[in-house]
C-alpha cells in the first residue's frame, strides 16, 4: 500500500489507524511525502523562532523542515509502516530527472472559507513544479514498489490545501503513467466532511476501523503541530477535534479492479478491519437539509422564548441598573447560534438561527406593545428600564448572530498552513 501526503503530519492525522491497522497485519504499507513542511505554523512558544514569516524567524523555514523530519521519523516508526520517502529523493527520483527536493507552497484562507495558493509562491514550492516533473518522480516509485492500493487526497485537497490538491494531481498522474506496465488495482482518496468539500458521489465508500493506540502515538511525535489532550487534538488554530480509529475512504473509477474484487495481496487483517460500501459512519455525517431546517427552527424558536423571559430581569444597584438578562439572552442566542451551525456543520445555518430569532422576538414584541397600549393607555408608561432591556435584547441579536457566525466559520475551517 502507498500513502501520498503533502506534509509531515497529515499521514498521522488523516490515515494514520489505516496505515498502523494494515501494517500490523503484515502490509507492506510505504508513505510518500511531497515536502518536508517547511511552512507550517508552530504551537510551543519556545519553537516559534522556527516558523517562517515571524519577526523572530532565524530562516525561511528550513530548520522547521528539520525538526519536521525528525517529527516525521518518529511518527513513522510509531505508525510501524514499512518506510518513508520524500518525492524527488531516493526511491522516488526518477533517475532521468535526478533527485530534486520540493518546498511547503503555503496558503492563504479564502472569501469562501476554504484554503488557496497564496499571493507570493515560492519557485521552489510544490505547486511551482511542473506537474510532468513531479508526476514522474512519483511514477517511479510506483514502478517499483508496485502497490496494490493507493491513497491520497480528493481532489479539492479536503479543505483546499494547494499542496494537498497538488497531491492528488500528482498520484493520479503517476498512476497513469507508471513505467514497466504496472497497473495500480486500487486507487482511493481519503474522504473528507469539511464544510464545501467534494460530495461521494457514485463512489464507494469504505470505512477502516484502525489501529487509534499508534495513530495517537504517531500525532504526538508531530509536537510542532500538534497538541493531544484526552481522546482529542488541536492544529494551531486551537480548535479541538475527536482522535478517532475509523478513517473513510472513496473508491476511485480508475481502479483497474471490481469493488467486489479484493486483491489478495492487501490483507483483510484476519476480519479486524471493517470495509463497509454504504454511508460515512454517523459520528461524522452531516444532518439531511430537512434535519438542519427542523434545528434551526427549534433553535430560533428556544432563543426566543427564553431570551424574552430572561431579558427583563435587572439588577438595580446603588446609581444605575444592569441589565443582565438581555445580556444573559444574547449570550444563549449567539451560543445557540455556534452550536446549529457546527452541528449542520453549515455557516448558513447559524445565520438563519439567528434571523429567525430576530424576527420570532420581533413578533412577540409588536403583539406585547398592542398589549401595554390597550391596558395602560401608552406604551410610553412602561418602566423605561424595561424598555430599555428590551432594545438591547432585539437590536443585540444582531450583534450575537455576527459574533457567533464568525465563530462558526471558524470552527468550520479546515487547519491552515502546516
Known amino acids: 500500500m502507498l500513502f501520498v501526503h503533502a506534509h509531515p503530519d497529515d499521514e498521522s492525522i488523516a490515515t494514520g489507524a489505516t496505515m498502523a491497522g494494515y501494517a500490523a497485519a503484515g502490509a507492506d504499507v510505504v508513505l510518500l511525502t511531497c515536502t518536508r513542511g517547511e511552512m507550517g505554523e508552530v504551537i510551543p512558544p519556545q519553537l516559534q523562532h522556527l516558523q517562517a514569516g515571524q519577526r523572530s524567524s532565524i530562516d525561511d523555514g528550513e530548520s522547521l523542515a528539520q525538526v519536521r523530519q525528525v517529527e516525521l521519523g518518529e511518527a513513522v516508526a510509531a505508525v510501524g509502516i514499512s518506510r518513508q520517502v520524500f518525492l524527488g529523493d531516493a526511491d522516488a527520483a526518477a533517475p532521468a530527472l535526478g533527485p530534486k527536493r520540493y518546498r511547503d507552497s503555503g496558503m492563504a484562507w479564502g472569501e469562501s472559507g476554504r ?20 508526476a514522474t518522480h512519483a511514477a517511479h516509485l510506483i514502478a517499483s514498489f508496485r502497490p496494490h492500493a493507493v491513497i491520497t487526497y480528493d481532489a479539492d485537497g479536503g479543505y483546499g490545501h494547494p499542496d494537498h490538491v497538488r497531491a492528488h494531481e500528482i498520484t493520479h498522474a503517476a498512476v497513469n503513467s507508471t513505467p514497466g506496465g504496472w497497473k495500480v488495482p486500487w486507487v482511493y482518496s481519503i474522504h473528507s466532511d469539511a464544510e464545501g468539500a467534494t460530495e461521494p458521489g457514485h463512489r464507494t465508500m469504505v470505512r477502516i476501523n ?32 475527536p482522535l478517532r480509529g475509523e478513517e473513510v475512504f472513496l473508491l476511485e473509477d480508475s481502479s483497474g479492479v471490481l469493488t467486489q474484487a479484493r486483491p489478495e495481496a492487501v490483507p483483510a487483517g484476519g476480519g479486524r478491519f471493517q470495509s463497509i460500501a454504504g454511508p460515512p459512519p454517523s459520528s461524522s455525517s452531516k444532518p439531511s437539509m430537512f434535519k438542519a431546517l427542523a434545528g434551526t427552527v427549534a433553535a430560533s424558536l428556544a432563543g426566543t422564548f427564553f431570551g424574552t423571559s430572561l431579558h427583563g430581569q435587572i439588577m438595580h444597584l446603588s446609581s444605575f441598573a444592569v441589565p443582565w438578562g438581555a445580556i444573559a439572552a444574547l449570550v444563549l442566542v449567539c451560543s445557540l447560534v455556534v452550536f446549529v451551525g457546527a452541528w449542520a456543520r453549515n455557516v448558513w445555518m447559524s445565520v438563519l438561527t439567528g434571523l429567525l430569532t430576530y424576527v420570532f422576538v420581533g413578533l412577540i414584541s409588536t403583539s406585547s406593545k398592542m398589549i401595554v397600549v390597550g391596558v395602560a393607555g401608552s406604551a410610553a408608561e412602561a418602566t423605561p428600564t424595561i424598555a430599555m432591556a428590551g432594545m438591547i435584547f432585539s437590536y443585540g441579536i444582531t ?20
Do not use: C, Y
Open 115 to 134: 484554503a488557496e495558493a497564496g499571493d507570493d509562491i515560492d519557485p521552489r514550492s510544490l505547486v511551482a513544479a511542473a506537474l510532468d516533473e513531479t
Open 399 to 418: 450583534v450575537a448572530t455576527i459574533v457567533g457566525t464568525i465563530i462558526t466559520l471558524r470552527a468550520l475551517r479546515r487547519p491552515g498552513r502546516r
Open 210 to 241: 484502525g489501529e487509534l493506540e499508534r495513530k495517537t502515538a504517531a500525532m504526538h511525535a508531530h509536537r510542532t503541530q500538534l497538541i493531544i489532550d484526552d481522546g482529542r487534538f488541536a492544529l494551531s488554530n486551537m480548535i479541538w477535534q
